[in-house]
């Protein structure tokens, strides 16, 4: 990232402040308690002091910034392991409906998505694969005046807090064409099996029976329409690379400072030079990490072939430092660090599903190959 | 890599990326460009020609202050200006003359050192060495023994340097002496000295490594006699001297044009390699390794450019330190994988006419075996890796 201008750095402090102030660590373990995914309030405060509509275009009421101010949403988010799912609920479906929908879908969904007031679930991963950009597992069939749509998608991040989905579905008669629909989660046809992620998330296994789409409930079109999901895929990998930056960030400083207290044979164990090592290869890896994350979040604007490239090269980069960092902070706190009642294993879980989803390191290392054969 | 998307290269960054290379394809003579892509320890007549041929274009230091010859590029210039010069074989610039001593000059030296030295720095007629490492301080420098014992307008030197590059080159070395052997801390009993090769008493003996080649020598002092005005700065305080960041040149350890320059030699060999009837670079699982370290560099990149813009938030020796790491286990990684491509081809060394090294073995090892082993120095060189890990760890974390 660049040298913040003076508005995103006041950006940055309230965020952080906030966050910092309010959303501490046994905040998040009574939230996963109560079973909700979300603290509906908090979700409005956020929207009412402008967090939702930062990076929203003017004409849509937003502040108009960029990829600047989500990075600053999603690191903090990341560093203060923030259940509420605003990457999946928010910065997912409003890209994806600002790149693609309609002026009309725009116009319905935008700025009640700003203020708080809409919810969109992305349900694309079908439930029989493992990265599921490809969606033939879930079909599409023309009905009267309307869509059919018949599938299961699983995990669907944030599905039981949503209002509406936006679902992938490939054309049974035509091969290879898809489409994305909006879809109203309490649609006939539309069940959940809700449960709760090894990070904290709410999210839900959805079958579809033939459940309704409307004409105009179309997102894009089906010649767009593949590329429309490799765009969420990327952007989807591209924030969530930048939140575990941040939950990067928190649990390096913070088995930093562990050090400097837990003692063994007479000293803290900081004074061992194994210890520092490990840190300053933790910091290492976490800084390269965010640099190359920066990188690929402004490249999200970029022509497709060169934000691919980006995304999947990050996310086989941050990939690998996650596991590193995620695993060593556990292990520089020994046994506590693997304690629900100890921060660090929240950090773990983070950083363990932040590899799992929007496609994992072998997956992108094969797309980045892949890319860099035909770029040659 | 260093597409306008990434380094956010304006018009007028990519002019001067044009400038530079216009000027590398008229004045780089095709010979000493061939030596360079050889993978040979430069020579010492093409690194003092193209030393000069740069100061006659008033690009001899870039990272130098306007008032004493630099360029006044800014931070990002200096970067395109190297990779450029990378991309086309130029000879490298001295390391020791132009990249330490002469900061350490024009910042801590009296005006009569500046006028002494500086412009023949510039204009490639002196060559440096530096004069640090000693038999029993590598890591520990600061144990360092080589004793200076003051006589009215002279030092007496007398010691041992070792692991000293092209020292076989130099007309002068830059020597961390002990001055006070009784000072309460070792770090405060060193100076540092501007010694003449050519005085009485100064031996140097090659050091071979294991690439056969001749880079790094031993250098012996023998009752040297050095004159006190060519101590920089004040007695015992040559410590701090040496150890300043001072050149401005924060991200040169990250040796990022030398990257992207190995990348693709790596794509190159494997091109040209067969590998059961197909290019190397075919193999699926060779593309996925040759894919890692272009990720590895893309990230060596991205972290370059933020040192640059100033938006890395941590202590700047620490930074500094990180760049290094990385940079050295780069640069060794790629080399490894020259040696994977070329299999059994890695195995000839050097023609036995060593400048000639070609018409023999594949056509894209040569120099890649040799270079291979010298590589194993990044590491250990400047600082090893586990300094610059007690550095991190001590700066970030306070440790």
Request: overall charge negative.
């Given at each position: 990232?660049?040298?913040?201008?003076?508005?995103?750095?006041?950006?940055?402090?309230?965020?952080?402040?906030?966050?910092?102030?309010?959303?501490?660590?046994?905040?998040?373990?009574?939230?996963?308690?109560?079973?909700?995914?979300?603290?509906?309030?908090?979700?409005?405060?956020?929207?009412?002091?402008?967090?939702?509509?930062?990076?929203?275009?003017?004409?849509?009421?937003?502040?108009?910034?960029?990829?600047?101010?989500?990075?600053?949403?999603?690191?903090?988010?990341?560093?203060?392991?923030?259940?509420?799912?605003?990457?999946?609920?928010?910065?997912?479906?409003?890209?994806?409906?600002?790149?693609?929908?309609?002026?009309?879908?725009?116009?319905?969904?935008?700025?009640?998505?700003?203020?708080?007031?809409?919810?969109?679930?992305?349900?694309?991963?079908?439930?029989?694969?493992?990265?599921?950009?490809?969606?033939?597992?879930?079909?599409?069939?023309?009905?009267?005046?309307?869509?059919?749509?018949?599938?299961?998608?699983?995990?669907?991040?944030?599905?039981?807090?949503?209002?509406?989905?936006?679902?992938?579905?490939?054309?049974?008669?035509?091969?290879?064409?898809?489409?994305?629909?909006?879809?109203?989660?309490?649609?006939?046809?539309?069940?959940?099996?809700?449960?709760?992620?090894?990070?904290?998330?709410?999210?839900?296994?959805?079958?579809?029976?033939?459940?309704?789409?409307?004409?105009?409930?179309?997102?894009?079109?089906?010649?767009?329409?593949?590329?429309?999901?490799?765009?969420?895929?990327?952007?989807?990998?591209?924030?969530?690379?930048?939140?575990?930056?941040?939950?990067?960030?928190?649990?390096?400083?913070?088995?930093?400072?562990?050090?400097?207290?837990?003692?063994?044979?007479?000293?803290?164990?900081?004074?061992?030079?194994?210890?520092?090592?490990?840190?300053?290869?933790?910091?290492?890896?976490?800084?390269?990490?965010?640099?190359?994350?920066?990188?690929?979040?402004?490249?999200?604007?970029?022509?497709?072939?060169?934000?691919?490239?980006?995304?999947?090269?990050?996310?086989?980069?941050?990939?690998?430092?996650?596991?590193?960092?995620?695993?060593?902070?556990?292990?520089?706190?020994?046994?506590?660090?693997?304690?629900?009642?100890?921060?660090?294993?929240?950090?773990?879980?983070k950083l363990a599903v932040y590899d799992l989803m929007w496609g994992d390191a072998r997956y992108h290392l094969g797309r980045y190959t892949a890319l860099s054969r035909e770029a040659r | 890599m260093l597409s306008?998307?990434?380094?956010?290269?304006?018009?007028?960054?990519?002019?001067?990326?044009?400038?530079?290379?216009?000027?590398?394809?008229?004045?780089?003579?095709?010979?000493?460009?061939?030596?360079?892509?050889?993978?040979?320890?430069?020579?010492?007549?093409?690194?003092?020609?193209?030393?000069?041929?740069?100061?006659?274009?008033?690009?001899?230091?870039?990272?130098?202050?306007?008032?004493?010859?630099?360029?006044?590029?800014?931070?990002?210039?200096?970067?395109?200006?190297?990779?450029?010069?990378?991309?086309?074989?130029?000879?490298?610039?001295?390391?020791?003359?132009?990249?330490?001593?002469?900061?350490?000059?024009?910042?801590?030296?009296?005006?009569?050192?500046?006028?002494?030295?500086?412009?023949?720095?510039?204009?490639?007629?002196?060559?440096?060495?530096?004069?640090?490492?000693?038999?029993?301080?590598?890591?520990d420098l600061a144990s360092l023994k080589t004793s200076a014992v003051r006589e009215e307008d002279v030092y007496i030197v007398n010691g041992h340097k070792i692991w000293t590059t092209e020292a076989h080159y130099?007309?002068?070395?830059?020597?961390?002496?002990?001055?006070?052997?009784?000072?309460?801390?070792?770090?405060?009993?060193?100076?540092?000295?501007?010694?003449?090769?050519?005085?009485?008493?100064?031996?140097?003996?090659?050091?071979?490594?294991?690439?056969?080649?001749?880079?790094?020598?031993?250098?012996?002092?023998?009752?040297?006699?050095?004159?006190?005005?060519?101590?920089?700065?004040?007695?015992?305080?040559?410590?701090?001297?040496a150890k300043v960041l001072l050149n401005g040149e924060r991200t040169g350890s990250a040796r990022l044009p030398r990257a992207r320059q190995d990348l693709r030699r790596l794509k190159s060999i494997s091109d040209?390699?067969?590998?059961?009837?197909?290019?190397?670079?075919?193999?699926?699982?060779?593309?996925?390794?040759?894919?890692?370290?272009?990720?590895?560099?893309?990230?060596?990149?991205?972290?370059?450019?933020?040192?640059?813009?100033?938006?890395?938030?941590?202590?700047?020796?620490?930074?500094?330190?990180?760049?290094?790491?990385?940079?050295?286990?780069?640069?060794?990684?790629?080399?490894?994988?020259?040696?994977?491509?070329?299999?059994?081809?890695?195995?000839?060394?050097?023609?036995?006419?060593?400048?000639?090294?070609?018409?023999?073995?594949?056509?894209?090892?040569?120099?890649?075996?040799?270079?291979?082993?010298?590589?194993?120095?990044?590491?250990?060189?400047?600082?090893?890796?586990?300094?610059?890990?007690?550095?991190?760890?001590?700066?970030?974390?306070?440790?």
């Open positions: 990232m660049d040298a913040l201008t003076n508005e995103q750095n006041l950006f940055r402090e309230s965020v952080e402040k906030f966050l910092t102030a309010k959303y501490d660590f046994a905040r998040r373990r009574k939230a996963i308690a109560s079973n909700n995914g979300w603290d509906r309030n908090l979700w409005r405060e956020w929207a009412e002091m402008g967090w939702f509509s930062a990076s929203l275009p003017e004409k849509f009421g937003g502040l108009g910034g960029g990829w600047v101010e989500e990075t600053i949403l999603h690191e903090a988010f990341g560093a203060c392991l923030v259940i509420e799912p605003y990457l999946s609920l928010l910065a997912l479906p409003r890209a994806v409906i600002l790149k693609h929908g309609s002026e009309s879908q725009q116009d319905k969904y935008l700025s009640a998505m700003a203020a708080g007031k809409l919810a969109i679930a992305m349900a694309l991963n079908d439930s029989n694969e493992r990265h599921g950009t490809d969606s033939r597992g879930t079909i599409a069939i023309k009905g009267n005046g309307c869509w059919k749509i018949s599938g299961s998608k699983s995990p669907v991040l944030g599905a039981p807090l949503a209002d509406l989905l936006i679902v992938s579905a490939s054309f049974p008669e035509s091969d290879n064409s898809a489409a994305l629909f909006f879809v109203e989660t309490n649609a006939p046809g539309v069940q959940l099996r809700e449960y709760t992620t090894i990070d904290g998330q709410l999210a839900a296994d959805v079958t579809l029976d033939g459940a309704t789409a409307t004409t105009d409930a179309m997102l894009g079109t089906p010649v767009d329409a593949r590329s429309a999901i490799e765009f969420v895929f990327d952007y989807a990998a591209a924030a969530s690379s930048i939140e575990a930056v941040g939950a990067m960030t928190a649990a390096v400083r913070m088995t930093g400072e562990y050090v400097k207290i837990r003692r063994q044979f007479g000293q803290v164990i900081g004074k061992f030079q194994v210890i520092q090592h490990r840190l300053a290869d933790m910091l290492m890896e976490l800084e390269y990490a965010r640099s190359i994350a920066y990188c690929a979040m402004s490249n999200l604007a970029a022509e497709d072939g060169v934000r691919a490239r980006s995304v999947s090269g990050a996310k086989v980069y941050i990939s690998k430092a996650a596991k590193f960092v995620g695993a060593q902070a556990v292990q520089l706190h020994g046994a506590i660090g693997m304690t629900d009642e100890c921060a660090i294993s929240h950090y773990f879980r | 306008s998307t990434s380094l956010n290269l304006t018009p007028e960054d990519d002019a001067f990326r044009l400038e530079v290379r216009d000027f590398l394809r008229t004045s780089l003579p095709s010979d000493m460009r061939e030596r360079t892509a050889r993978g040979f320890h430069p020579l010492r007549e093409d690194m003092q020609k193209w030393q000069s041929t740069l100061h006659d274009r008033g690009w001899a230091a870039p990272h130098w202050p306007k008032e004493y010859g630099g360029t006044g590029w800014t931070p990002l210039q200096r970067l395109i200006f190297e990779i450029e010069c990378y991309e086309h074989y130029a000879p490298p610039v001295s390391v020791f003359g132009i990249g330490l001593i002469g900061p350490i000059i024009f910042t801590f030296g009296t005006t009569e050192q500046k006028q002494r030295y500086l412009p023949k720095i510039l204009s490639g007629e002196e060559f440096w060495c530096q004069g640090y490492s000693e038999p029993n301080s590598g890591s130099a007309d002068l070395i830059f020597c961390l002496v002990r001055t006070d052997p009784a000072a309460s801390k070792v770090q405060n009993g060193i100076s540092m000295l501007l010694i003449d090769m050519q005085l009485p008493g100064v031996t140097v003996k090659p050091i071979i490594t294991q690439d056969m080649g001749h880079s790094i020598n031993e250098v012996f002092f023998e009752n040297v006699r050095v004159p006190a005005t060519c101590r920089i700065g004040e007695e015992n305080s040559g410590w701090t001297y040209q390699v067969q590998d059961g009837g197909a290019p190397l670079s075919a193999n699926p699982d060779f593309a996925q390794q040759i894919a890692l370290a272009e990720i590895e560099i893309s990230a060596l990149e991205a972290m370059v450019y933020r040192v640059l813009n100033g938006s890395v938030q941590q202590d700047a020796t620490a930074a500094a330190s990180m760049l290094k790491v990385r940079g050295s286990e780069v640069g060794q990684r790629l080399s490894e994988l020259w040696m994977e491509a070329l299999g059994p081809h890695a195995l000839p060394l050097f023609a036995r006419d060593k400048r000639a090294n070609d018409g023999y073995g594949h056509r894209s090892a040569p120099g890649a075996a040799a270079t291979f082993l010298y590589r194993r120095t990044l590491t250990i060189y400047g600082g090893s890796n586990e300094i610059q890990r007690n550095i991190i760890a001590k700066r970030s974390f306070g440790l």
